[in-house]
């Protein structure tokens, strides 16, 4: 079998950095493979991405020991334009991949820039809607797209090119499970049957395992392990990681069970939200939400679950302000929210975004923590100790002085986690915390939820973990097609855990 790609990197290093960021990274990808790759949070693998996408050096510039060859051709004289239609990459930010008036446009655009024939186009752009389950989204704006949807869009603008290698950097953080899986499932039968190759960074091994021919595990920078056994894969990464996962894995569960103990006592039969008969429709949209009456109670952990494009956001929004109802009313802390501004609802609810990067707006990441009290002109003796306060919470203290942008994912995510809950707001909806972290970030977060919980913070959760959901929340609530198709306790599971 001829190799596709031959990765042989000894180091990687970016301007001003002593120490190298990748090293003695060697190894081939072949036709028909589904790789994938796993790893501690920032161990690397976003940015062997970007080097095997050819984005490293040529659009961001690092010095590179060692070569990278695709089709026998070093990929470093290679231009980026001359890699469309030859190496397809989506990356953790799906909406940087979307920027045309519908999606339509947008997943026309490569092969337009390619100028294929127009019936070429329309073939793979149809072609590319089914394989990504978004019949009927053709002339819909990338904004009204749930999380989940646009991951969806922005894979199948990758494979409008046909692209002989496919890399996908977290590019399934936010799809709900069913739909990820199927979507697995083809590509696996994508690579078998066309001799293509994927590379999947995914942090779900267990899951990924019944679909990939290979793992590979990586740790600060560089490869500890490599296997073609399928289904076997998940094991040794499992075996890889086990050290961190278990002590995170364990910390959850004190944290669970306290949570389960202090629960029963922190919720009380008052609502604090009360949504009656809430409709809305985004403009020239079928309806969102249709008909959704219920009670939240003060103090209650709530996991809101469904499918993308379910309504779960578009509910979470009408929390605060953001979002205003078609017909209906939601009352949050005895406010009406449709008379109340964004700004005065955020007294009473914290928000935590998919995605962090649409709530920076500092220099630095003390800065960003402490922008909410420094609005609201809180004296500045106060502002420093709660900001402290949250650094050491998060473990932050080292990239105080840092440019959120200059974070990881993880790192960002939890300074946008810190930032919501400064203000000590009395709600906190939190979408998809855990989807871009590693098993131990993931817990750690959970901890930190389940404990504000445990001290009175009614948690209002928006999640495609299950695992998260049935550990951590005493309610789940499931949304379909923009109703509340069910809408359980697990109080009495929960108080069996606790008691174990």
């Known amino acids: 079998m001829s190799r596709m790609m031959t990765v042989r990197i000894d180091s990687l290093h970016y301007p001003g950095g002593s120490d190298p960021v990748l090293r003695g990274l060697h190894f081939d990808v072949n036709p028909g ?18 080097i095997l996408a050819g984005i490293i050096p040529s659009f961001e510039p690092a010095a590179i020991e060692g070569e990278v060859l695709f089709c026998g051709r070093n990929l470093a004289g290679w231009r ?43 073939e793979s752009v149809k072609r590319a809607f ?59 039968r994508m690579c078998s049957e066309q001799g293509k190759a994927v590379i999947l960074v ?6 990924c395992s019944a679909f990939v021919h290979r793992t590979i ?26 050290s961190v996962a278990s002590g995170a894995g364990s910390h959850a569960r ?13 919720i009380n039969a008052d609502p604090i939200i009360t949504v009656k008969d809430l409709w809305f429709r985004y403009q020239d949209s079928d309806f969102a939400l249709q008909g959704i009456s219920l009670e939240l109670l003060r103090g209650e952990f709530v996991a809101i679950v469904g499918e993308n494009g379910a309504g779960k956001t578009t509910l979470a929004k009408h929390f605060n302000g953001l979002l205003r109802p078609s017909t209906g009313e939601v009352i949050v802390n005895g406010l009406a929210v449709k008379d ?3 700004a005065r609802m955020s007294d009473h609810v914290g928000y935590l975004f998919q995605d962090p990067l649409m709530q920076v707006c500092s220099n630095t990441v003390r800065e960003e923590v402490g922008f909410g009290l420094t609005v609201r002109k809180t004296p500045s003796l106060i502002v420093n100790e709660r900001v402290e306060s949250m650094l050491k919470r998060f473990d932050l203290l080292d990239v105080a002085d840092e440019h959120p942008y200059r974070l990881s994912r993880s790192k960002l995510q939890r300074v946008a986690l810190a930032s919501c809950m400064v203000n000590e707001a009395e709600i906190l909806v939190v979408d998809e915390p855990t989807s871009a972290l590693d098993y131990p970030r993931n817990r750690e977060i959970m901890a930190l939820l ?34 509340v198709e069910s809408d359980s306790s697990r109080g009495r599971k929960l108080e069996a855990v606790a008691r174990a």
């Not at 595990?217 to 399928?230: A, I, S, Y």
Request: a neutral charge; aromatic letters at 4%; charged letters at 25%.
């Open 217 to 242: 595990v990586m740790e600060r920078g560089t490869l500890t392990h490599d296997t073609n056994r399928r289904r076997a894969s998940a094991s040794v990464a499992g075996k890889a990681l086990l």
């Open 33 to 50: 493979e589904f790789i994938h790759v796993t790893g501690a949070s920032e161990s690397g693998k976003s940015v062997l991405c970007r």
């Open 130 to 188: 089914r394989f990504v389950g978004l019949n009927g989204c053709e002339n819909r704006m990338s904004e009204t797209l749930s999380g989940g949807e646009i991951q969806r869009a922005a894979i199948a603008s990758a494979l409008t090119l046909s692209p002989k290698l496919l890399i996908l950097d977290r590019a399934f953080d936010q799809i709900d499970h069913s739909t990820r899986r199927d979507l697995w499932c083809k590509l696996d």
């Open 340 to 342: 109340c501004t964004p």
């Open 450 to 483: 389940t404990r504000e919980n445990s001290e009175g913070r009614t948690i209002i959760m928006i999640t495609h973990d299950q695992v998260a959901a049935e550990h951590f929340c005493g309610r789940i609530i499931v949304m379909k097609q923009g109703r």
């Open 202 to 207: 995914d942090s779900r091994s267990d899951e």
């Open 254 to 266: 004190d944290g669970r069970a306290q949570s389960c103990r202090s629960r029963n006592k922190k």
């Open 80 to 122: 980026l334009p001359e890699l469309a239609g030859e190496i397809g990459f989506v990356g953790d930010d799906p909406l940087n991949q979307l920027f045309c008036a519908t999606l339509k446009e947008d997943l026309a655009f490569g092969p337009c820039s390619l100028l294929l024939e127009r019936p070429q186009i329309v």
